[in-house]
Each structure stands twice: as structure tokens, then as C-alpha cells.
């Protein structure tokens, strides 16, 4: 089994900053794309960033140029530094990957548990 923990979501002023860790455990062979959703209150679930194994990066339009993905594969983590906050960032940020645990075998996505973002001053 492959568990995910998020941690460093919290209340930040417009303008601010946060960075936000998602660690993967249990039996990991391989972990390929990871990447970040968002859930605002009333609304679905949003893509927000992707990393790829070779770390090519992808965003969203609405965060580019103020946020940044990244992936320690050592420690099997992945990143999303957060600048220049708005109060439409406030939302549930979830971090996926897509993972085989064990080889040979299929890939399948994992989810974290979420960790809330608020911006308000």
C-alpha cells in the first residue's frame, strides 16, 4: 500500500507565501508523474501543477509565474512553492502521484489527504 502525507497548508495574507510537502510511503517501485489538484468551496477539483520522472514541469494558467512544483526523488516528495498568493488560491490542495508499487504491474494514481490553503487578510 502507498500512503501520501501532506503537510505545510495554513492561513496567509494576499501576497504571501506558503510551501506546501507531499511525502510518499509504503511499497513504492516506481513513482513517475506527480502533481498537485485544488478544491475551493462550491467548485470541482482543479489541476494545478505536474512533474514529470524527468522533471519537465507543467501549470495552470491561473498559477504560473507564481508557483513552482518540484520532487526530491530520494525521499520520494514533491513540492509546490507558493508566491504572490491571492485569495483565489483558497482551496483544498490535494497532491497526487502516479506510482507502480510493485514491478511488474500496472500504474495507478494515489491521492493525499489535503491540506487547506486560506489567503484573507
Known amino acids: 500500500q502507498v500512503q501520501l502525507v501532506e503537510s505545510g497548508g495554513g492561513l496567509v495574507q494576499p501576497g504571501g507565501s506558503l510551501r506546501l510537502s507531499c511525502a510518499a510511503s509504503?511499497?513504492?517501485?516506481?513513482?513517475?508523474?506527480m502533481g498537485w489538484y485544488r478544491q475551493a468551496p462550491g467548485k470541482q477539483r482543479e489541476w494545478v501543477a505536474a512533474?514529470?520522472?524527468?522533471?519537465?514541469?507543467n501549470y495552470a494558467d491561473s498559477v504560473k509565474g507564481r508557483f513552482t512544483i518540484s520532487r526530491d526523488n530520494a525521499k520520494n516528495t514533491v513540492y509546490l512553492q507558493m508566491n504572490s498568493l491571492k485569495p483565489e488560491d483558497t482551496a483544498v490542495y490535494y497532491c497526487?502521484?502516479?506510482?507502480?508499487?510493485?514491478?511488474?504491474?500496472?500504474?495507478?494514481?494515489?491521492w493525499g489527504q489535503g491540506t487547506q490553503v486560506t489567503v484573507s487578510s
Open positions: 512533474i514529470t520522472s524527468s522533471e519537465s514541469t
Open positions: 497526487s502521484i502516479d506510482c507502480i508499487p510493485v514491478a511488474p504491474g500496472p500504474t495507478r494514481r494515489y
Open positions: 509504503g511499497t513504492i517501485f516506481k513513482i513517475s508523474t
